[in-house]
């Protein structure tokens, strides 16, 4: 089984030095990883922004979550990902995703196709991406993408190439990333138009996606790492703020009956018994933080990294 293992998602900061005094206050709480989305609304541009929170820490690993698809030629990523890898001393996690938020689409001026051909062009992507970050000279005639005798120089140190993160909420993208990723993150499923669908949710679609992932990997399943995003989260006491933990409570007893899992409200001792309980369920070990939580939920991370 394996241990557990907490993110930070971070995506604003005001200066560059808080920016970095964010990487480093994460990586001193415990949290093994800072990932940056990659979308065009107000946002630190996520390579440079990874790029300096890994110059800024030793330990504390970076990761793109996700990079979408139709903005990135494989080739282009590759070498970014390649450089970032060897640049942080090989503590790079790859994220790879199709791309769902309509508005990077309208002000890239580009359609927004539906869910089966974005995905479509992450396979034939994905592959690529692989194959030229473990050192291959690609040359590819796809119906999305051509290359010519590709190369990526520099290697990335982690070998045969960083983990690649892939998930979502559809099945599609579960079976694809039970197939090809190292880390499976859980995310509701989006509609044809980019919206969550709040009914796919709740803890009985978390468990159905799981199953999906683990008959789509076969033996592979016992090798992959399971993540789940948290929407929002908060501790009640642990020495919280008054004001904070009395809006934390609150929100405990909406999500609990709502009985979302990308919702962690709770005392210290709820919190940690649900997230073990449904680690010997699903053996989910992995949950990325909002940056705004980051701050309440370190004495979650204290009781539970590395365990």
Known sequence: MRTFRFAVTASHAGSGEAW?????????????????????????????????????????????????????????????????????????????????????????????????????????????????LAGETVTHDGPHYHLGAARVWPRPIQRPHPPIIMGGGGPRMLRLAAREADIVGFIPQFSQRGRPILTDAGEAALDRKVAIVREAAGERFERLELNLFIVDAGMVGSGQPAPRTLVAAAKAATVGLAGSPYF????????????????????????????????????????????
């Open 264 to 307: 962690l409200y709770g005392t210290l001792p709820a919190l940690r018994e649900r997230l073990e309980r449904r680690r010997g369920l699903t053996t989910i070990s992995y949950y990325a933080i909002r940056q705004g939580s980051m701050e309440a939920m370190a004495p979650l991370v204290a009781a539970l990294a590395g365990r």
């Open 20 to 132: 970095v005094a964010l990487a480093r206050r994460a990586e001193e709480l415990g949290y093994g990883a800072l990932l940056v989305p990659d979308h065009l609304s107000q946002q630190l541009s996520p390579i440079a922004a990874m790029a300096t929170a890994a110059a800024a820490t030793s330990s504390l690993r970076i990761g793109g979550f996700v990079f979408a698809n139709d903005f990135r030629h494989p080739l282009m990523l590759a070498r970014e990902a390649a450089t970032l890898d060897l640049l942080s001393n090989g503590r790079l996690e790859l994220g790879l995703g199709a791309g769902w938020r309509t508005s990077d689409y309208r002000q890239l001026g580009m359609p927004y196709d539906a869910p089966g051909r974005r995905i479509d062009r992450l396979v034939e992507s994905s592959l690529l991406v692989k194959r030229l």
